[in-house]
Antibody
Framework: EVQLVESGGGLVQSGGSLRLSCIASGFSLTNYWMSWVRQAPGKGLEWVANIKRDGTERSYVDSVEGRFTVSRDNAMNSLYLQMNSLRGEDTAVYYC??????????????WGRGTLVTVSS | EIVLTQSPATLSLSPGERATLSCRASQSVGSYLAWYQQKPGQAPRLLIYDVSNRATGIPDRFSGSGSGTDFTLTISSLEPEDFAVYYCHHRGNWPFGQGTKVEIK
């Protein structure tokens, strides 16, 4: 079955760090750009980060630039999100998602179920 | 920044009825709009991209239309599994709409 499964979420204090993982099954991550998308409680969806197939290009939403780092290990079919200097507004369910390109921008054509990150003050 | 406004916020319908969901953009997004379905505790699912293209495995009761600033997702005859929240999205790093919940009447 083609799927993405996230892990690594939990409760962390403000200023702390957390590393999220996403394992793909049923397909090879090597062939695809990947994203992280988050959803704060009761709120809408927000794109967080992208990473190119070989990891050589990365991009981030302004609010996490310099604090979050997206990476991947294609041999392990895995995607990661290292989150440092966490803030209350980072509290959300974090989804990994596979990118479907449309021109110069993208959609998300496969999502995981997400992992909840809660940042306490 | 492009803002996507979805209406109504909640749609109460019975199985077998037709559902019509609206997404309005604050400026033209051309022919670049997607619709996603989200059920509680489940992974979101891409239904429609580039306004009217159904994603892989999506049944043909789901259809998308529109251009420029006004877009519609139509579910021709609601199945029990279609009761969920639906989001529209321009592309890429642009914001998503706030969602329309389709609930059982």
């Amino acid at each position: 079955e083609v799927q993405l499964v996230e892990s690594g979420g939990g409760l962390v204090q403000s200023g702390g760090s957390l590393r999220l993982s996403c394992i793909a099954s049923g397909f090879s991550l090597t062939n695809y750009w990947m994203s992280w998308v988050r959803q704060a409680p009761g709120k809408g969806l927000e794109w967080v980060a992208n990473i190119k197939r070989d990891g050589t290009e990365r991009s981030y939403v302004d609010s996490v630039e310099g604090r979050f780092t997206v990476s991947r290990d294609n041999a392990m079919n895995s995607l990661y999100l290292q989150m440092n200097s966490l803030r209350g507004e980072d509290t959300a369910v974090y989804y990994c998602a596979k990118i479907l390109w449309s021109g110069a921008l993208w959609y998300f054509d496969l999502w995981g179920r997400g992992t909840l990150v809660t940042v306490s003050s | 920044e492009i803002v996507l406004t979805q209406s109504p916020a909640t749609l109460s319908l019975s199985p077998g009825e037709r559902a019509t969901l609206s997404c309005r953009a604050s400026q033209s997004v051309g022919s670049y709009l997607a619709w996603y379905q989200q059920k509680p505790g489940q992974a979101p699912r891409l239904l429609i991209y580039d306004v009217s293209n159904r994603a892989t495995g999506i049944p043909d009761r789901f259809s998308g239309s529109g251009s420029g600033t006004d877009f519609t997702l139509t579910i021709s005859s609601l199945e029990p599994e279609d009761f969920a929240v639906y989001y529209c999205h321009h592309r890429g790093n642009w914001p998503f709409g706030q969602g329309t919940k389709v609930e059982i009447k």
